[in-house]
C-alpha cells in the first residue's frame, strides 16, 4: 500500500508491504519461468523436426541412388515425376500438401 500503510501501522505496515513486494516478485519470478521452459521446449522440438528432416533426407538420397544405381530410373523421369506431384495438390510451388 505504500507510505499510508508504513505511517499509520508503523512496523506492522511496512511488513505488509515487504510480503506484498515478495509476493509480486514470486509471481513474476514464476512467470519468466514458465515463459523460459515454454522457450526451451519449442527449442526441442525444433531440434527434433531438424534431425527428423536430415534423418529424411538421407533415406530419399539413398534411394533415389539405388533407383538410379540399378537403372530403374532415369533423373530425367524422376524429375518429371517431381515435377508431377507437385502440381497433384493444386499448386507447382515446389511442396506437396496432398496424401501419398
Known amino acids: 500500500m505504500g507510505w499510508g500503510r ?3 501501522l508503523g512496523d506492522i505496515g511496512n511488513r ?3 510480503e506484498d513486494t515478495e509476493r509480486d ?3 513474476i519470478k514464476r512467470e519468466v519461468e514458465s515463459s523460459f521452459h515454454k522457450d526451451m521446449d519449442q527449442d526441442q522440438k525444433i531440434h527434433t523436426l531438424i534431425n527428423e528432416n536430415g534423418e529424411l533426407k ?3 538420397a539413398s534411394l533415389v541412388r539405388l533407383l ?6 532415369t533423373a530425367q523421369e524422376l ?3 517431381v515435377d508431377q506431384v507437385d502440381a497433384s495438390d493444386g499448386k507447382a510451388d515446389g511442396k506437396y500438401d496432398g496424401s501419398l
Do not use: C, Q, V
Open 25 to 27: 516478485i514470486s509471481s
Open 79 to 81: 524429375t518429371a515425376m
Open 58 to 60: 538421407l533415406y530419399l
Open 6 to 8: 508504513t505511517l499509520f
Open 16 to 18: 505488509l508491504d515487504i
Open 68 to 73: 538410379r544405381a540399378k537403372d530403374i530410373i
